[in-house]
């Protein structure tokens, strides 16, 4: 295939003097290699400033994550910083992950904020996500951001940007920073010279405060300090969760941690799996099997930017399982508030928080134990904030999304893996010094609020004409409901991007009381729920699908969860989505 002339003209651009000598050879072997698709591709778009920030492949291309591409996202950051805060010191502070580049880029960025006058706080080495969160808000800066592409292949990169709250952005600064930053449309309009002393490196003294605040979450240290040689797994996955996990399970009192020594070295090309997600049986495998021959009580796993957590269990057969993240979310959310119970911890004014697309048994429980819950729109930054707005008036317990992602305690604004790892071994420590195991817990668990399974697909539609696919895909969707799926009668759809309920027995519509999001919701007649929502951040449209199914007794867990997966197997063949 020939370059269309609109990306031969974006490829001259890039052979021009304004980009580097290296970026231009790499452009060019392309072109003499004819490798037009892959061109066209890294050419056909500006790769997007969405509402948290950029995510992509890495290469030279508008529509990759480069010096350039960052750059100019970097300075429209800092045009918006300068007219929001005039007259003020205004400071950031960068982290990055273990992922190739990511150092270099946290270098490039701080270069940037450092040359239009701002200071910096740049941590010396790899640090986890939520300890950015963290230090932004214990160092008064105004804004940070952290390199990383989460649990993406290693072929892609990010940059995540947080307000003064330690949260990501969110409206109106998300919006009006995407006007900034969509103003810079060349690189010499970048302020690549870096002032140094304005650069300040930063480590060991956050991570200290970091852990003695996350401490303090501990809820039943006695029953730690009876069970503290519980047998744990940890696999950072060659991620920036070695820095803090282990510390975090010694100071919870935790003293037989044994680490996946061949993912315990922070690299960008992860070698030993195909992608670092903790979500993926294959990439958990090594963890798995060490669990197994030390005959381990539970396994814990952490993505690169060490945000998520993946649990690992032993179950009735004595075999060793995933969990998947609605049953980790609803284990958590049940210690937290049964174990603040017991301890005489739980206050009127206290609340949880998770997503729409995560389980509905998480309002459940909180009803259960009388605490208030709300529900929100897929991203953390939504839970972190109406932590910000019920600030001084509500008191923020804990909160969950079906993504593997947790946040304990309010001193972080964005889900934290490290804290959850803690939680997580403590909610085991204590099962174990009353006799359970983890696996019974949840079974237990779904026996009192009755069984929910969930299960999500994604369907990956790459390049320009898979972008087109997702939207027509939801379109469709909109235009022409389903009238009914797997044989149930649809009774109602939740249109996020309306704002609007419809009730289809009977005509009637609802503010969803959210703002606009591109997400459908079919409720069927039994029950069940089945969402579709396009990725904001991965060339994807995810469906998820939750089901319940009667529970009686514990000791019927593995049938009815058995039944509950076929269900959704039913719906998922009806919809065609395999």
């Known amino acids: 295939m020939a370059l269309a002339p609109e990306i031969q003209q974006k490829v001259n651009a890039w052979l021009t003097p304004a980009y580097d000598a290296d970026t231009q050879a790499a452009i060019r072997a392309q072109l003499d290699g004819g490798q037009d698709e892959a061109l066209t591709d890294a050419f056909y778009r500006t790769l997007e400033f969405g509402t948290g920030g950029l995510r992509g492949v890495m290469g030279p291309g508008s529509n990759r994550m480069n010096r350039y591409t960052l750059g100019m996202a ?81 072929e892609y990169n990010g940059y995540k940007v947080y307000w003064n709250d330690g949260a990501q952005v969110v409206a109106p600064h998300d919006e009006n920073i995407i006007v900034e930053v969509n103003k810079i449309t060349d690189p010499s309009a970048v302020r690549f010279a870096a002032d140094e002393s304005r650069i300040h490196l930063i480590g060991h003294d956050i991570d200290e405060q970091y852990l003695a605040e996350m401490q303090k979450l501990s809820i039943d240290p006695a029953a730690i300090r009876r069970q503290h040689d519980l047998k744990i797994v940890y696999t950072p996955l060659h991620g920036s969760g070695i820095t803090l996990v282990p510390g975090a399970l010694q100071r919870f009192g935790f003293d037989n941690v044994h680490l996946v020594e061949a993912q315990a070295t922070p690299d960008g090309n992860f ?89 509905d ?40 999304e079906e993504s593997y992602g947790y946040l304990i305690g309010d001193f972080v604004r964005d889900k934290d893996a490290v804290s959850a790892c803690a939680l997580a071994a403590e909610m085991a420590a204590v099962a174990k010094d ?55 009668p649809v009774v109602e759809m ?9 009730d289809l027995r009977t005509g009637a519509a609802a503010d969803t009381g959210l703002e606009s999001s591109n997400v459908l919701q079919f409720i069927l007649e039994d029950g069940s729920k089945i969402s579709a929502r396009p990725s904001g951040t991965e060339p994807k449209i995810k469906f998820y699908f939750s089901v319940r199914q009667p529970l009686k007794s514990a000791v019927d867990f593995d049938l009815a969860q058995g039944m509950a997966k076929q269900k959704i197997q039913t719906i998922i063949d009806d919809m065609k989505l395999q």
């Open 74 to 154: 970097t300075q429209g950051l800092c045009n918006y910083l300068l007219t929001s805060f005039p007259g003020q010191e205004i400071k950031v502070a960068i982290a990055h992950d273990s992922r190739n580049n990511s150092p270099e880029f946290a270098r490039i960025a701080a270069g940037i904020f450092s040359a239009n006058g701002i200071t910096v706080y740049l941590f010396e080495s790899l640090r986890p996500t939520p300890e950015l969160s963290f230090a932004i808000r214990r160092l008064g800066c105004q804004s940070g951001c952290v390199i990383t592409a989460s649990h993406n292949p290693k």
């Open 434 to 488: 009353q006799g359970r195991t983890l696996y019974e817990e949840l079974a237990q668990m779904y026996a009192t609020f009755g069984l929910y399974h969930e299960n999500l697909i994604s369907l990956t539609k790459k390049g320009q004409r898979g972008a087109e696919e997702i939207q027509e895909m939801m379109a469709g969707l909109r235009a022409n409901p389903p009238a009914t799926i797997a044989g149930q």
């Open 361 to 400: 048994v998480l309002g459940d429980i909180a009803r259960h134990y009388q605490v208030k819950s709300y529900n929100t729109l897929t991203g953390f930054k939504y839970i972190a904030g109406l932590i910000r707005d019920l600030a001084g008036q509500e008191n923020y317990l804990c909160g969950g």
């Open 271 to 359: 070698p030993t799996v195909q992608s670092p997600n903790p979500e993926e049986k294959s990439a958990m495998q090594l963890a798995l099997d060490l669990a197994k021959d030390l005959d381990a009580d539970i396994v814990l796993a952490t993505d690169p930017d060490a945000d998520r957590v993946g649990l690992g269990v032993k179950n009735g057969k004595g075999e060793w399982v995933l969990l998947n993240g609605n049953q980790t979310a609803a284990l958590l959310t049940n210690y937290i508030l049964s174990a603040r119970a017991r301890a005489g911890k739980l206050a009127p004014n206290d609340f949880m928080v998770y997503t729409i697309v995560t389980s």
């Open 494 to 502: 939740r249109d996020y991007q309306t704002g609007k309920i419809h």
